[in-house]
T-cell receptor
Framework: IAGITQAPTSQILAAGRRMTLRCTQD?????MYWYRQDLGLGLRLIHY???????GKGEVPDGYSVSRANTDDFPLTLASAVPSQTSVYFC?????????????FGQGTRLTVV | GQNIDQPTEMTATEGAIVQINCTYQ??????LFWYQQHAGEAPTFLSY??LDGLEEKGRFSSFLSRSKGYSYLLLKELQMKDSASYLC??????????WGAGTKLIIKP
């Protein structure tokens, strides 16, 4: 089934540990995004990639890094996790940036930093 | 700053009609999206507006007024499965999506 897959679905992580959230899409979409969703707040963009080989910072990039070595994969790394990074993380992709290019979302990763 | 405002929560009755409003102030405008998100699940696309007016898609319609920075999502013939959060998002001049916090819609029998 075509779509976008995230792993793990949930994780409890000790503060100070390093963690990589994985995201893979098989739709050959150019653009990919990482969002965090916190109660009472809208989805906030962490990092994005408009095409393989390029990345950019979103609204809340501090403490996170990404890479886009190929079209399909867009991992998000927390170098040294802190409790404020407890959140639900969504990876998304879209064919491009303009027009009626809806974003498709993965099922999310629920991360708890203790 | 950029801002998307939606009501936090709304309640409606099964079979009725409900209108969820969204007002926005963004740096530029390149389209407005509505997404549905059931609890514990990912957002899924509902509608897209870039020109003023009404876009109808089955039981759901979305309206846009760019001059007023305003949109609404209209849901007709409400069903229990429509209980979800509805997210309004605007694509700004940098082609990034700015998201509202979402409106939790509760449907009562």
């Amino acid at each position: 089934i075509a779509g976008i897959t995230q792993a793990p679905t949930s994780q409890i992580l000790a503060a100070g540990r390093r963690m990589t959230l994985r995201c893979t899409q098989d739709m050959r979409h150019n653009a990919m995004y990482w969002y965090r969703q916190d109660l009472g707040l809208g989805l906030r963009l962490i990092h994005y990639s408009n095409t393989a080989g390029t990345t950019g910072k979103g609204e809340v990039p501090d403490g996170y890094s990404v890479s886009r070595a190929n079209t399909d994969d867009f991992p998000l790394t927390l170098a040294s996790a802190v409790p404020s990074q407890t959140s639900v993380y969504f990876c998304a992709s879209s064919p491009g940036r303009g027009g009626n290019t809806e974003a498709f979302f993965g099922q999310g990763t629920r991360l708890t930093v203790v | 700053g950029q801002n998307i405002d939606q009501p936090t929560e709304m309640t409606a009755t099964e079979g009725a009609i409900v209108q969820i409003n969204c007002t926005y102030q963004t740096s530029g405008f390149n389209g407005l999206f509505w997404y549905q998100q059931h609890a514990g699940e990912a957002p899924t696309f509902l509608s897209y507006n870039v020109l003023d007016g009404l876009e109808e898609k089955g039981r759901f319609s979305s309206f846009l007024s760019r001059s007023k920075g305003y949109s609404y999502l209209l849901l007709k013939e409400l069903q229990m499965k429509d209980s979800a959060s509805y997210l309004c998002a605007v694509r700004d001049s940098n082609y990034q999506l700015i998201w509202g916090a979402g409106t939790k819609l509760i449907i009562k029998p």
